[in-house]
């Protein structure tokens, strides 16, 4: 079992950055690829960025390329989300998820992931 606990989110205004962290609670963190994900209220989840059981690729959405940067720990178990010139439409609640996919190009979708944290409240005012 793999326990998800996401940090980091809050009020941000337009054209600002937020540290997104999550903590993972298993021996063996570096054997899931780690992922990303947002829902805004109304909306499907939908994929922000992946990163590979070793950290060395990563996948973002089109949406956020340039301007997120995700990146892991593996000695500390724990996943990183850099956003930088957030806009008011990424306001939603993000959450980190753990797939036991072998590869990246396996685990770009809700679907492909095992195990979800709580979720962490962005908002970006205008």
């Known amino acids: 079992q793999v326990q998800l606990v996401e940090s980091g989110g809050g009020l941000v205004q337009a054209g600002g950055s937020l540290r997104l962290s999550c903590a993972a609670s298993v021996r063996t963190f570096s054997s899931y690829v780690m992922g990303w994900f947002r829902q805004a209220p109304g909306k499907e989840r939908e994929f922000v960025a992946a990163i590979s059981r070793s950290g060395g690729n990563m996948h973002y959405a089109d949406s956020v390329q340039g301007r997120f940067t995700i990146s892991r720990d593996n000695a500390k178990n724990t996943v990183t989300l850099q956003m930088n010139s957030l806009k008011p439409e990424e306001t939603a609640v993000y959450y980190c998820?753990?797939?036991?996919?072998?590869?990246?190009?396996?685990?770009?979708?809700?679907?492909?992931?095992?195990?979800w944290g709580q979720g962490t409240q962005v908002t970006v005012s205008s």
């Open positions: 998820a753990a797939s036991r996919a072998g590869f990246l190009y396996l685990a770009v979708g809700a679907a492909d992931y095992d195990y």
